[in-house]
């Protein structure tokens, strides 16, 4: 199952008017002979999982409209220097609700949403006689695990969106907008059916498909972001006792070899062949490592030296050696200028990216056995939810919470996994609420780096603005982040979405 089988046609096409095609309708789709029994009911499972590898979802780009693997350049740690790929654009205030991004990433989203609704209804209408209960139960389950990821992104990012729960015909299609709390309510409500209805584990030739676990990590980083943190307190504890654990090698996480570890709660799986069908987040160029993702100034600086303390203080830091003595995770990230990124033709970085420095984290570096070069499609899943964020949810919600003691004990194991000396060790185990919650945010920050989590994350600690202070002052150029209030915060509904539904408005944010 290492990708899911595409079935556009069984359940992406509809019957309907050419009026309703030409609006491009999200949720009306087909009926017919399918969903009859078990099989079919796994076959339309796997199309509403292959919406997630869409381009401007979790397969990302080289050079074309960005994913979510790309979504730290809409804050401080990376540059969009293809800046049409859409954070380049948005960062600088060039946005508006007919920016393609936007329609794009909500298209998408609502794609995924109406495979996901059928599939639900379908899966129920399934005879008794051709699916057990329990498979019912656990297929149902992951398609409410799907739509409530398709819809805690247009939470987080539009926060106001029509909620749509089933099948539309022509004459229900123009539904007005939902708050953002009546999508909270329904994200939590599908994840807590998905949590009492996904098994544990699958035979090992279904991994991929969500799991308790997932679920319960998902809920856990959207409770986490609505600061619900006596809640992200009970769900982090169930997860830690369902088997995971961390990779013992952080610099082997990100690649193939890594995809089927412990520490993997939840990932979009791709393969890569000669086809060309697979992602291209971990594709770069042979010239120039990724130049449409390059890590800032300010993010390499934020990692620590080897003896746990800040450039600012480490007597270990050498200005002009900035890769040596520093968190190991950081070389493992990033691309200095002379390092080696181009395997097969033994090919150094020359610093000659706006930043000076290349992304490295999940980026391929030599061509596959089968002669496929680095510039081409993926066979690397993206790594939705592992279990070191579950920690760092945890320590998190702990610190907030004014509950320190088991903090320590959580970055350390984070810490030393990376190979760096642990909190206690450096800092001792007399800090404060708000000096232990820098040394979290900055574990998180450090530790997920790249991983498309850095715009939630500024969002919901109020810091965006802070965020595009450090992005404003990092030396590149051309680059001009300008923050504009809540308009840097919030994504605008399309403005085709506004024209072709009567009954949707816009976001008062962009009015």
């Given amino acids: 199952m290492k990708k ?47 919406v997630l590898q869409d ?26 220097n293809f800046k049409f790929e859409g ?12 920016f393609g991004f936007f329609n794009s990433f909500w298209t998408s989203l609502y794609r995924g949403i109406g495979r996901a609704n059928v599939a639900i209804e379908n899966i129920e209408r399934i005879p008794d006689s051709n699916i057990s209960p329990e498979s019912r139960l656990a297929l149902s389950a992951q398609a409410r695990f799907l739509r409530a990821l398709f819809y805690s992104h247009l939470a987080v990012y539009f926060e106001e969106a029509p909620l749509i729960q089933g099948t539309q015909t022509l004459e229900d299609a123009y539904v007005p907008k939902n708050t953002y709390e009546e999508l909270r309510a329904f994200v939590i409500s599908e994840l807590r059916f ?28 959207f409770e986490l972001y609505n600061q619900n943190y006596g809640e992200v307190l009970r769900l982090t504890n169930e997860i830690m006792g369902l088997g995971y654990s961390l990779h013992p090698d952080y610099s082997k996480l990100f690649s193939e070899a890594g995809e089927q570890s412990l520490e993997i709660i939840f990932s979009v799986r791709f393969i890569q062949d000669q086809s060309n069908n697979g992602e291209t987040f971990s594709a770069t160029f042979l010239g120039i490592p990724k130049v449409n993702v390059q890590p800032m100034p300010n993010m390499v600086n934020s990692y620590l030296c080897l003896d746990g303390l800040p450039i600012s ?23 200095f200028e002379g390092d080696i990124f181009v395997q097969h033709l033994n090919r150094p970085f020359r610093g000659n990216t706006a930043t000076s420095f290349g992304l490295k984290k999940y980026v391929r570096d030599n061509i596959s056995a089968e002669g496929i070069d680095i510039f081409a499609a993926g066979g690397q899943d993206f790594y939705v939810i592992r279990y070191a964020d579950v920690l760092l949810m945890r320590a998190e919600a702990l610190a907030e919470s004014g509950q320190l003691n088991e903090v320590y004990s959580l970055l350390d194991q984070i810490r030393t996994r990376a190979g760096m000396p642990t ?3 450096v800092n001792g185990t007399g800090l404060s609420q708000s000096e232990l919650l820098e040394l979290v945010r900055l574990e998180r920050r450090v530790e ?64």
């Avoid at 309708?25 to 087909?30: D, E, F, G, N, V």
């Avoid at 780009?61 to 804050?75: K, R, V």
């Avoid at 954070?87 to 007919?98: K, Q, T, V």
């Avoid at 480490?314 to 990230?333: G, H, T």
């Fill in 313 to 335: 203080e480490s007597p270990l830091y050498d200005p002009q050696n900035r890769k040596a003595n520093r968190d190991p995770r950081l070389a493992a990230s990033v691309y």
């Fill in 55 to 80: 381009r401007v979802l979790y397969s990302g780009n080289l050079n074309g409209i960005a994913g979510i693997p790309q979504h730290d350049s809409f804050a401080d740690n990376t540059f969009n």
């Fill in 423 to 425: 909190v206690t060790e």
């Fill in 194 to 221: 998905a949590v009492d209805n996904l098994p544990v584990t699958y035979p090992a030739d279904q991994f991929g498909y969500a799991t308790r676990g997932a679920a319960l990590s998902l809920l856990a980083r």
């Fill in 4 to 50: 899911f089988i595409y079935i556009i046609c069984l359940i992406g096409l509809a019957s309907c008017s050419e009026d309703y095609l030409e609006r491009g309708s999200l949720t009306q789709l087909a009926e017919g002979n399918f969903w009859q029994n078990e099989k079919d009911a796994l076959l339309g499972i796997n199309g509403v999982y292959e």
């Fill in 87 to 98: 954070p380049g654009i948005f960062m600088e205030g060039r946005s508006d609700p007919a």
């Fill in 448 to 511: 997920l780096a790249f991983e498309g989590l850095r715009f939630m994350d500024i969002k919901r600690l109020g810091i965006v603005e802070e965020a595009y202070a450090r992005a404003m002052a990092d030396p590149v150029g051309p680059y001009n982040p300008q923050y504009r209030g809540r308009l840097s915060e919030v994504f605008a509904i399309p403005q085709s979405e506004i024209d072709a539904n009567p009954n949707l408005v816009q976001n008062p944010v962009w009015n």
